[in-house]
């Protein structure tokens, strides 16, 4: 007979989950400074590219300048907060067998793993969107939202928006367990996830073939439909449906394939 | 002993290659995630240019032009000098008082550490873009312009090489300055690509004159396409690239020179 679970009990590590991942990034401030140097030296220089394409036209579909610049410094605060490059804790754990130490503990590893991500980028929303995001506000001609609910449908868009990018990494990371060396994929990932990700151009510049076959990808999640929402373009709704559905369906093969991976798994010595 | 010194960069670098080419389908699979991770800032060129017919004041040949000698320098920068990046963790982790110990230069040691193969991915996707943008751009050609053609990406890269060490030094004085110089290195590769017409006066001024980037591409390009500045700067300056490199060689030098005399390292 199983155990009455202390549903308090199982879910208390969570929570502490969130704030000890908070608090890891929180410890390196300097290098927090210093990658706001580059998020704010690659605003310039994006910001003077989209400005110079509507110095031909006022209006590039549906782009003005003010929401453009918008557009470019949202995107270079959203970068670290959602976060497309360099996480590969799981597949490094996986190569070197430390996975197994993770999978014995009394919790579920993809949900520890999320907690630990949302903490990451609640420190991230403070250290790096703000500070650009408020730099390109000062200095540029800046679209804020009209309407004060679009500050709520914004969090919930960029917090919908970590957890898809979350599901993309683990899903990435998780691959380890059949291929081992995952550097190959997640460069792709590297190379690709900007552009498709709308988080270099507006993906609304793209030609129509491309912006339909993006529809049915995750990608336009994560950094594309938190911009929409805060730029107001568009009935926000259906947008956030989409995430929520991405979010949940990312979280729901993540967890799949973890599970039929950590069945390959065979530890060595024991 | 000279000859010993001679011999020895060859035998480093020939060492690394071998080492690269052992795992052939991770190498080949890293080429190429080069090659298209280069071939991304080309897409958005390519996207922009769906919506507008001219950018800066160029249109999408001469713009590619532009990206193509930039991505071409940049690769070959990236594949000869690329290793100092890994300045700021020598630092750090003490590893550079190694270096400065041998009776070898401290630069060229670090640069033949690690000769990333890989990086011919950039280079192959910057000389593809190159030849298709040469072929299409409706050059005139004479024989200086040929040898300017040829010559403009090694002299950009050469540019490129002598910006990153210089900017690498910062970390003689940072404890951390990887960002910091990986917002050169990769900024960098993102300015010369485009037309410096794009961007504000301030901006415009430091390309020109303080970190030379409008050398690399802009003014090559501007020569190459017969075109007068539209800023109006001397076309004097569109030739000038390969002494631009000298100088700022030879400023990068006295920069490094510098920064490993200010050496103290990091006592751990």
Redesign the interface.
Known sequence: MRPSVAWGNVLAPYPQLVRAGFRCYATYR??AL??L??NV??G??RA??L???L???PV??GYDVAAAITYVWLGQGLLNVVLLWGDTELSRRVRTGDVVVDLGRPWDLQAAMLATDLGRAGFAVLARLLPPVAFGALSFPFRWPEQPATWALFGASTLLAVVVSFGIRFLLNASAFWLL?V??VI??W???G??VSGL??PLA???QWAQAVLAWTPFPALFQTPITVFIERGDPFPLLGSQLFWAGTLLAVGRAVLHRGSRRLVVQGG | MAEVRRGIYPRIVASRIRGQLAYPV?FA??V??QF??QC?EL??IV??F???????GFDQREVVLMYGLAATAFGLADLAVGQINELPEYIRSGELDVLLLRPLGALPQLLSADVSLKRLGRVAAGLAVLGWSLAGAGITWTPVRVLLAVTAPAVGAVILGAIWVAANTVSFWL??????A??VT??SN??TS?PI????PW?RRILCFAVPGAFVAYFPALALLGRADPLGLPSALQWSSPLVALVAVAGAALVWRTGVRHYQGTGS
């Open positions: 300097q290098a210093a990658g140097v580059t030296v690659f310039l220089l003077a590219v400005t110079a394409v110095a031909e036209r590039v579909a060396d550097r190959g460069g792709m590297g190379v690709v900007g552009v270099v151009v510049w793209f030609p | 991770s699979l890293d190429l995630a298209i991770g991304v897409v958005v996207v922009v769906t919506q507008v017919t001219s950018l800066g404890v951390d300055g990887r960002e910091v990986s917002s990769y900024g993102f300015a485009y017409t794009i961007y504000g901006l």
